[in-house]
């Protein structure tokens, strides 16, 4: 490839996207999901960021996007041939799994989001790899001995956990997520701190355990998404955080399926 390239991830509560030029990252933005947002609405919030970063719009050559948020895949669709004239958009879907060097068992069964953390996890950790990504879901992508996708774990992840119980309690509040001073909350802040920090750290470890009993085999395990500097200090496994490994995945995606063209 040439020139600079536009990666996408299209999650449920966030829209990161970032320009990449020769491996490094120029820039990147997350905006919030929005699923009533029109092209246009789209289209003006991608121009005033890129413009506000001094993006040259003309020298994007190619644009890689992954979404799990299936409707807003045709407006990104509509709005991005107008900002970006001459580049080449590829979405990622199971028609470019083959070109990977992990493989997909279950095409159709598993997230974009989650092939592109694979792909980034294995180019840099190699096989027997997890990926703890904490999003809105809190999922797990395992790796096998033959670069392949063995399976996955989903929870719900920790913001969506914190949401549920300010909607669903009258007296329960919402609350920044960070480590309480102690496991024993004193008010109602840090009980709920408490109950969701050390209670998903828990959670992380123990999926990580199981895993790894079952495989009969030691894992690497790398830890990215919104809030995995938070959860990763205080788990036993994850020695490795990667914010940009979903957007790296994309990158490397977008590289694969050009070498696959030529």
């Not at 003309?58 to 107008?82: A, C, T, Y």
């Not at 970006?84 to 997230?111: C, R």
């Not at 995995?228 to 977008?254: D, F, R, W």
Request: glycine share 8%.
């Amino acid at each position: 490839m040439s020139g600079m390239l536009l990666a996408i991830d299209i999650g449920n509560s966030n829209i990161v996207f970032g320009i990449n030029h020769q491996n490094k990252w120029l820039n990147y933005w997350r905006i919030q999901t929005d699923h009533l947002k029109t092209a246009d609405e789209y289209e003006v919030i991608f121009r005033s960021l890129l413009d506000a970063g001094k993006i040259d719009r003309k020298k994007v050559n190619d644009i890689i996007l992954s979404s799990v948020v299936p409707s807003l895949v045709r407006p990104f669709d509509e709005m991005l041939p107008g900002l970006f004239n001459e580049a080449k958009i590829t979405v990622v879907t199971p028609e470019v799994y083959p070109l990977l060097p992990v493989q997909i068992l279950n095409p159709y069964e598993i997230g974009s989001d989650l092939v592109a953390n694979a792909v980034a996890a294995f180019q840099k950790f190699g096989k027997l790899t997890t990926v703890v990504d904490f999003g809105t879901a809190l999922t797990f992508t395992t790796i096998g001995k033959d670069a392949e996708i063995k399976g996955v774990a989903i929870a719900p992840g920790l913001q969506t956990a914190v949401d549920s119980l300010a909607a669903g309690t009258a007296q329960l509040p919402q609350v920044h997520l960070a480590a309480p001073p102690s496991v024993l909350g004193e008010n109602t802040v840090h009980a709920i701190q408490s109950g969701i920090v050390y209670g998903f750290t828990g959670l992380v470890d123990s999926i990580i355990e199981r895993t790894e009993k079952e495989l009969g085999e030691k894992l690497s395990v790398v830890g990215t998404g919104g809030l995995s500097t938070v959860i990763a200090p205080l788990t036993k496994h994850i020695k490795n955080v990667e914010p940009m490994l979903t957007l790296n995945g994309l990158v490397q995606i977008c590289v694969f399926i050009y070498q696959g063209e030529k």
